[in-house]
């Protein structure tokens, strides 16, 4: 490989585009030079790649087509810089060509051909050796120290300093090479909640060279990443920016996918961007012209598309990024909040209020207030503390929307500020519930009261503290949102559909059980944390309803959700979905994903409802359960058929219950807790042997036929530990 020296860096970012194609290629081809195929390493995230001389140099197709960039590279002045969107890439280990990957880099890092290499935070020396290079590792980030190596090989999580970031900048400016990574989506749970386009001075000090570490995440069904030398010009920002404005200026109309590759790229860069940096946000906004508030704010009715609305969604994306990190205070409304999450009734108090925590229970803890769009609420904490995790959360609806083809809502409204001081004054542009926000390190702090001054008094009731007269008051509350609470489970919803509910107390009651029930037969009752939460939302990021810390349901569910009677009451969705937050590896393998969290769920028709267990979805009838049956046996390739269809292999585990009943499935569960059947299983294969000899042991029967018929593979070794046992196989089959 032939080290070049790039062209200078050009500092009027924003004015040109990239740098022409046939020069970005021939340098990817240098970074690429005898690699075929890279795993993905991780969970790693985008790179926002925007400078005049930066380029994507590992990038997949989402299910759009629309590549993403996990790995860019960059001129900064004299030096060069390669970014990686996850730490685990620095060490050249991960198979496939990642060690020719890395040693290309290296050397068109440091422009030539045995570069001296420093390691921080890298356990790497030996593979560089190994590869004939001069490598060590060195422990301070200063100026002496860098002078040693041509390149420094980084691990970006933990140098968040502005003076490390200062130092390391300087150095590349100067010629030195710089090869980073870090894991952008988890800074926040690696910082004690600090936001990574604020409070990373290394990321911040390479943002001249016009390639950043985002706090997106993406690849999530990916196994690796294809080497191209020929990737879109329009993954780089700048790019994207000049052609769009070359097209409102009466340039040739941009093609569908080049249009939602460049908008898809601006996004990208502009969630690298900390808010008092401006240039970015200006040449999106000069390159898409002037317009209106009202062309900005999507609705269910009338939503904001890819295909329709590039330019809108370009900007209403650039302003909610820039509005979740904004100061403080004088953040004004911004017109998309009276549709969702609503407008606080005119005339409504605003009120202080003190709200008591208990540090022992983590999350979210609620207050029974609202912030107005645009209105500054103050909240003050004891003094000693200020600066160890807390932060204040306006607005329950946490899902971003950025990457989802229609807006229906703005795609970013909820906000969470540190409580570095005693005293913080903020704001958030959409409004939204009020949550002091407890992390995970202050479980051992003794309870505190917070007081939280302007907020407008929301519906809460809480169980156990609230009974059903004082609900007729509560929910007489003006803000729009409102919440009902027992220790297990927490549920958000309008507060319209809250003034509807006269039962709360029997309401939350069985909700209180539903939590308990699935915690007492997966066994995690000694494992909870914190309550559950259920947030309704007009647009979530993923499903009808998704899994998490809140489950997210559809606005529409928020009815159902909060109506519980002898003939009506919440129904399979709500028990799925907190059933995916009660599975573990343990017993759910490849396949079972959507299956496992449904018999979970099932328990609650049994163990709550106190119902027939199997009326809870049209997929489980006797009649689609016997149907499964026989398409199983006429299947040619019974594992694909099983793995593939949830419902189908559900009807293996609807078997299990009925015959050996649900102190079956609870002793199964409860099983990993102890060694009776030995240590927990590693790998699918594992826990697919273990399935079948643990149930086979706790039902006394030889399940290796039934699980032939159904197709699960399972060892020769785990059918031989059952043999001795009675063969089962239920009717039908």
């Known amino acids: 490989m032939k080290p070049t020296i790039l062209l200078p860096l050009l500092f009027c970012a924003f004015a040109q585009a990239q740098m022409p194609p046939a020069l970005v290629n021939a340098e990817r081809a240098k970074i690429l030079e005898g690699v075929k195929s890279v795993p993905k390493a991780g969970a790693p995230g985008p790179v926002g790649i925007w400078g005049n001389i930066a380029f994507p140099i590992l990038s997949a197709p989402d299910k759009d087509g629309v590549e993403i960039a996990v790995a860019a590279a960059a001129a900064y002045a004299k030096g060069r810089v390669i970014l990686f969107g996850h730490n685990s890439y620095l060490g050249g280990g991960e198979g496939g060509d990642h060690a020719k990957l890395m040693e290309n880099c290296v050397k068109w890092a440091g422009n030539k051909e045995k570069p001296r290499i420093g390691l921080k935070g890298v356990n790497a020396v030996n593979f560089f050796k190994q590869r004939g290079f001069n490598a060590e590792t060195f422990d301070t980030i200063e100026k002496k120290n860098l002078s040693d190596y041509d390149v420094v090989i980084l691990n970006m999580q933990g140098v968040t300093g502005a003076e490390e970031g200062a130092v390391l900048a300087e150095y590349i400016q100067a010629g030195g090479g710089f090869i980073g990574g870090m894991t952008g989506w988890a800074f926040g749970q690696t910082s004690g909640g600090k936001d990574l386009a604020v409070s990373h001075g290394l990321n ?81 906004l000069a390159a898409l012209g002037n317009a209106g508030a009202d062309a900005v704010v999507p609705t269910a009715q009338a939503p904001l598309t890819a295909d329709k609305h590039a330019a809108q969604r370009l900007r209403l994306g650039m302003e909610t990024r820039v509005l979740r990190l904004a100061a403080g205070e004088g953040v004004a409304a911004h017109p998309a909040h009276e549709v969702f999450p609503g407008k606080v009734p005119a005339g409504a108090p605003r009120i202080t209020g003190e709200i008591k925590v208990t540090p022992s229970i983590l999350g979210w803890t609620s207050t029974g207030l609202y912030a107005a769009a645009g209105e500054t609420i103050t909240v003050t904490l004891p003094e000693n503390l200020a600066d160890k995790g807390y932060a204040v959360r306006i607005g329950c609806h946490s899902d971003t929307l950025y990457h989802l083809d229609k807006w229906e809502r703005a795609p970013d409204i909820a ?83 809250g003034r509807l509910v006269n039962n709360p107390t029997e309401l939350m ?84 994903g959507e299956v496992t969290n449904n018999v979970i769920g099932m328990y609650c028709y049994h163990e709550v409802l106190k119902k027939d267990w199997l009326i809870g979805h049209g997929a489980i009838t006797e009649e689609e359960r016997k149907a499964n049956v026989q398409k199983i046996k006429k299947s040619a390739n019974k594992w694909q058929e099983w793995k593939s269809s949830p419902f189908l292999a559900l009807t293996t585990y609807i078997q299990l219950i009925q015959e050996f009943g649900w102190e079956s499935w609870r002793k199964y569960l409860h099983s990993f807790a102890g060694n009776e059947f030995g240590p927990a299983p590693k790998g699918d294969d594992e826990r ?11 039902t006394n029967k030889n399940l290796g036929p039934f699980f032939d018929a159904w197709g699960i593979p399972v060892s020769s070794s785990a059918k031989a530990e059952v043999s001795k046992l009675e063969a089962w196989m239920p009717k039908g089959m």
């Open 415 to 497: 906000r969470s500020v540190p409580l570095a001081t005693a005293t913080t004054k903020t704001a958030s542009a959409f409004g939204g519930l009020i949550y002091i926000e407890v992390p995970g390190r202050a479980k051992d702090d003794a309870p505190f009261t917070a007081t939280i001054q302007n907020g407008v008094p929301a519906p809460l009731f809480v169980l156990g503290q609230d009974d059903d007269a004082k609900w007729k008051e509560i929910r007489q509350r003006p803000a729009p949102w409102a919440e009902m609470s027992c220790d297990k489970l927490i549920i958000s919803f309008p507060s319209e559909v």
């Open 204 to 284: 911040q000090a390479l943002m001249p060279a016009g390639v950043a570490i985002t706090d997106m995440s993406a690849f999530d069904q990916l196994r690796g990443f294809d080497a191209r030398i020929e990737l879109p010009q329009m993954m780089n920002a700048s790019e994207a920016i000049a052609a769009i404005k070359k097209q409102r200026e009466g340039g040739p109309a941009l093609e569908a996918v080049a249009m939602k590759q460049g908008t898809n790229a601006i996004q990208i860069a502009m969630a690298a961007q900390p808010p008092d940096r401006s240039n970015l946000k200006n040449a999106v």
């Open 509 to 592: 009651t069985f909700w209180k059980k539903v939590v308990e029930a699935q915690d007492d037969i997966t066994n995690q009752t000694a494992e909870r944390k914190r309550p559950e939460r259920i947030v309704a939302d007009v647009q979530i990021s993923a499903g009808y309803m998704h899994s998490g810390y809140p489950i997210m349901i559809p606005t529409s569910a928020a009815p159902e959700m909060v109506t519980f009677g002898k003939l009506k009451f919440p129904g399979w969705g709500f028990y799925h979905e907190i059933g995916h937050n009660h599975q573990r590896g343990d017993f759910t393998f490849d396949g079972t």
């Open 688 to 698: 697919r042997d273990q399935f079948l000899v643990r149930y086979s042991k706790i």
